[in-house]
């Protein structure tokens, strides 16, 4: 704990807890824009840098043509502001970027630049979140906040936009199926890969297929092979150590190629399964046995190769047959082309025969993986025709956001040395709304939220029971009264804190993960739907409404005909 002088001359104890670093070395406070530099230069050369200043970091309309969002990003800002330095190496380079008029006085001034005077508030990070509401307020130093904007609408937004199409695929799929992450090789970057796996992960995916994601936030990670394993082996002859141990040490097969051999012949003899096939890929068999030699204990065999029915699934379930006779269980297989609905209702009934004709247990309800270019449409597709895939795989269409490029949050100047300022535009989706601000998320009888509210500071909080105006912000016929049966603010100090305020600890990503799940079941299901859902609303306080409007007026100028 560190001590500080507060405004009134009093000392105050701000909590000082060591923070790691972002995740990516490239945030640093050189990941902006020129013009946040340029701006803190001006503010310093007025005067006005150490002007205490009051920013919102909200959006103005919810993704894919859905009415939710999920908030992400949250954590990324705290690590970046808890670490906040420029260097040596920033200023000499700031040097040669601004202007040679700069004075040396401003360089002097950001080489004691910390964040040590910034306060941030935000709605906890897996939050479902709706558009006007604050994710983050900012309060500080307008030039040292100023600072802050861009880096942190680059950790919120795409992380946010992610999180929520993450969401919607989830949401689409149902909460039985696997959702696996397979986006790294089409995302756009490094660390668009890196970060599309951590806030798939956060949105409701169960796995990714990126190691280094895996390694930095504990994300389980699964994968087997590709096309190009099952296309490297020419003939089982290839197949050199041929032994494989059963599960229990007890016993070893020597000639494991020989006895998947005689198992792919029993399984052609079957009358219930003859006629699907006569003779199989071998160079595919080869390939599955080998992987299988390799990996007893988790055998998953991609089997579109060559021919689904006629080869991937038989020679699959040979090799599943010939591991079970060693008391090892197989995975199952994974489609990446063709009519994924068809296909996986063949193998089911395939593997189904195979159970009841040889008493396998078990060996129906193998799982069932697809991949191929899969996205929300797709799944809701594979739903109305029936299928009995178990597990998707989604890469390009999650990762990169295909529906929708970016989320459009904004850091808007909302009061500066205690008085509230507005933004004022001819669209009325981006006049800001004015004030430190409190908000709060109103549930009614049935537990489900039923209309989100911002509040001025000072104002009274809504109480359980009482009677509430909430006012649409701009439209005067758009009000109503709530009663509310639980109140939940949602604004809460995450930096930096102090004893008799404690800053909200940064939760493990399994945790916001569980939040962000918890949070879409308590939401009502109109607002979910993918077709057509019902708005949520979002209101403010009678007050706020009747002070945005006067300040609207006050600060709009008046024209004049002539």
């Not at 946010?160 to 993450?166: F, K, Y």
């Not at 739907?529 to 979002?538: A, D, F, G, Q, S």
Request: with cysteine.
């Amino acid at each position: 704990m560190d001590m500080e002088v507060a405004a009134n001359g009093s000392t105050v104890e701000i909590q000082r807890l060591v923070i790691d670093e972002p995740t990516n070395p490239m945030v640093t406070p050189m990941l902006t824009d020129l013009y946040q530099f340029t701006m803190a230069y001006a503010y310093w050369k007025a005067g006005k840098h150490d002007e205490r200043a009051v920013f919102d970091l909200y959006f103005r309309r919810n993704p894919f043509g859905g009415e939710y969002t999920i908030f992400a990003g949250l954590e990324e800002c705290i690590r970046f502001i808890a670490n906040f330095k420029i260097t040596e190496e920033d200023i000499s380079f700031l040097r040669y970027a601004l202007p040679s008029t700069c004075e040396d006085g401003f360089f002097k001034y950001l080489r004691g630049v910390d964040c040590s005077d910034v306060k941030v508030y935000a709605i906890a990070e897996g939050s479902v979140v709706f558009p006007k509401v604050p994710l983050l307020r900012v309060e500080g130093p307008i030039s040292i906040v100023q600072l802050l904007e861009t880096p942190f609408l680059n950790l919120v937004n795409y992380a946010s936009l992610v999180a929520t199409n993450a969401a919607r695929h989830r949401f689409v799929a149902g909460k039985s199926k696997v959702l696996l992450e397979f986006g790294l090789r089409r995302a756009q970057g490094p660390d668009g890969g890196i970060s599309a796996s951590k806030y798939c992960y956060l949105g409701g995916f169960d796995a990714t297929s990126n190691v280094a994601a895996g390694r930095l936030f504990g994300i389980p990670i699964r994968g087997t092979h590709s096309h190009a394993f099952v296309s490297s082996f020419m003939s089982p002859d290839e197949i050199i150590e041929k032994s494989l141990r059963s599960s229990d040490g007890s016993s070893t097969c020597e000639d494991f190629v020989s006895l998947v051999q005689t198992w792919l012949s029993k399984i052609e003899w079957l009358p219930s399964l003859r006629g699907i096939f006569s003779e199989t890929n071998q160079s595919e068999l080869a390939a599955f046995t080998s992987y299988a030699l390799a990996f007893p204990s988790s055998f998953l065999a991609l089997v579109d190769t060559y021919d689904v029915l006629k080869s991937g699934v038989p020679n699959f379930c040979a090799v599943a047959l010939a591991l079970s006779d060693l008391g090892y269980k197989a995975i199952g297989i994974r489609l990446d082309s063709g009519d994924l609905a068809y296909f996986s209702c063949e193998a089911r009934k395939f593997f189904r025969e195979i159970e009841k004709e040889f008493g396998v247990p078990g060996f129906g309800k193998l799982s069932i993986t697809a991949s191929n270019d899969l996205n929300e449409e797709t799944l809701d597709a594979l739903n109305k025709q029936g299928h009995e895939i178990d597990a998707f795989g989604i890469g390009t269409y999650v990762v990169t956001c295909y529906a929708q490029a970016a989320l459009g949050c904004v850091f808007k100047l909302v009061e500066i040395n205690n008085q509230p300022r507005i933004k004022l535009s001819e669209d009325v989706s981006k006049v800001s709304i004015p004030c430190k601000k409190r908000c709060y998320r109103l549930y009614g009888r049935e537990g489900y939220p039923l209309v989100d509210i911002m509040t001025g500071e000072n104002e009274p909080p809504p109480k359980v029971g009482e009677r509430l105006l909430c006012r649409h912000p701009f439209n005067e016929s758009k009000r109503a009264y709530v009663v509310p049966q639980f109140v939940e603010e949602l604004l809460k100090c995450y930096w930096p804190g102090t004893p008799d305020k404690p800053r909200e600890e940064l939760p493990a990503l399994h945790k916001i993960r569980e939040r962000c799940m918890n949070q879409l079941e308590q939401m009502r299901p109109d607002h979910m739907r993918r077709l057509n859902p019902t708005p949520y609303k979002v209101s403010v306080s009678a007050k706020l409404y009747d002070f945005i409007h006067f300040l609207w007026l006050n600060e709009a100028p008046v024209g004049e005909l002539q």
